[in-house]
């Protein structure tokens, strides 16, 4: 029998409403001029290109150009919003007690608007953001949208009730002293480019000095029982950089959470041509449809969403196989195998895996933790070196999703 645990559940209908309800959040708090608003999805289209086709040339500046920050504002952070929001409530962050939380590369608050959309629950806990960026633009126009959105939230609290929510922003770089205290969550979403975009595609000794520095920055920061949290697109170039910076956090005595059911050498580290690289796929059908025609409208449709991220904490956590069990993370989308057969890549404490079967294949969500007895016999895919698991047509799902073994922020 094997048990799935989800890790992508389809958006709650007040998560989904949220996130609907951002757009004329931002429209209203940042009106747009009408030379702007007809050429907004030509800006879109632009700003698309500067920050992956010609990223070399980006230096941070468009945060400061009106017509693509209305772009950023309006396109770029409401779906890095819905990303974060597919993944946060898989994570089980809870903060009875109140928190201290790091957000570096905060840009526009990205990451303080996606929790509280996205975990609706934590808007009267006591929580402490300090969210780092170098465009001081930015975090000023992320601010002044937070508090709109905060405002516009609060009419459902109860009468005399108020958000326990303190937010601090700090215009620094990356790597830059401050004063912080110590992080019982540190985060770090869409920042690692600014680590490697000026460094050569060949090789990975720069991107391996850059990922261990990074790494101890992160955990010199976060609190002795702190956990640190990395998002970043789903791409190639942002998955080889958080392989090694796992790597890095391993070395250093941390412990992964998730996506990782192991904490052995990373089997889906990309960088070499046609190596798998570790990233999943999000479908957007509970996306805001106004987002959907923008993107659209600017030649960037989407059916899905990419992300690659890494949990991990500084506090030791127990062995996450059972006993003559294996946990398995299903990471690639099905694809056809000889005989009629579907496969999956997945990732687990024995490498590189690949799930093959009927139609029960497709059954399992992707970034799904499968749980099921080791395989009696070592079969390995002659194309791959994968480990072979054939997979039963029945299944068993946990009424909740989450991840096993995983703990509370």
């Known amino acids: 029998m094997i048990v799935e645990s989800p890790l992508f559940q389809p958006l709650s ?37 500067l920050l992956t086709k010609e990223r070399s040339e ?125 992080a019982a969550l540190v985060c770090a979403v869409n920042v690692s480019n600014e680590l490697f975009q000026k460094l050569p595609q ?4 720069a991107l391996a000095v850059n990922a261990k520095k990074f790494a101890g920055s992160l955990a010199g920061i976060a609190a002795d029982s702190g956990r640190i949290l990395v998002v970043e697109p789903g791409a190639p170039r942002p998955a080889q950089f958080l392989s090694l910076l796992r790597a890095a956090f391993l070395e250093g005595g941390l412990s992964v959470e998730a996506p990782c059911p192991s904490s052995r050498a990373c089997a889906m580290s990309g960088g070499r041509r046609g190596q798998k690289w570790c990233h999943f796929n999000i479908d957007v059908d509970d996306a805001p449809p106004l987002l959907r025609k923008l993107s659209a409208a600017a030649a960037l449709p989407k059916d899905k969403v990419t ?50 079967g009927g139609g029960a294949v497709e059954k399992y969500g992707q970034g799904s933790l499968l749980r099921l007895q080791i395989p009696e016999k070592t079969v390995r895919d002659a194309k791959s070196g994968a480990l072979v698991i054939d997979l039963p047509a029945e299944r068993e799902s946990p009424p909740k999703p989450g991840l096993p073994g995983s703990r509370s922020f």
């Open 307 to 356: 992300l690659s991220f890494l949990l991990v904490s500084k506090k030791a956590l127990p062995e996450k196989n059972a006993p003559g069990l294996l946990d398995v993370r299903v990471i690639s989308d099905a694809f056809s195998l000889p005989g009629g057969m579907r496969g999956r890549y997945a990732c687990c404490e024995r490498g590189l895996a690949l799930l093959s």
């Open 13 to 49: 209908a007040g998560v989904r409403r949220g996130i609907e309800e951002l757009l004329p959040v931002i429209d209203r708090t940042f009106p747009l001029k009408r030379r702007f608003s007809s050429a907004l999805p030509k800006n879109i289209s632009r700003l698309s290109a």
């Open 58 to 182: 980006l230096d941070g500046s468009y945060m400061s150009d009106p017509a693509l920050f209305n772009a950023y504002l309006r396109c770029f952070l409401p779906w890095n919003v819905f990303r974060l929001s597919r993944l946060l409530p898989a994570l089980r962050l809870e903060a009875a007690g109140g928190m201290e939380i790091i957000d570096l590369g905060s840009g526009p608050l990205t990451l303080p608007v996606a929790v509280w959309i996205a975990l609706p629950e934590l808007r009267r806990a006591p929580l402490r953001f300090h969210c780092v960026d170098r465009n001081g633009s930015a975090l000023e126009a992320g601010a002044k949208l937070f508090r709109a959105l905060s405002v516009e939230s609060a009419l459902s609290f109860k009468s005399g009730e108020k958000s326990g929510w303190r937010i601090k922003t700090y215009r620094a770089a990356l790597g830059e002293r401050l004063k912080l205290p110590p």
């Open 202 to 205: 060949a090789g990975t000794a």
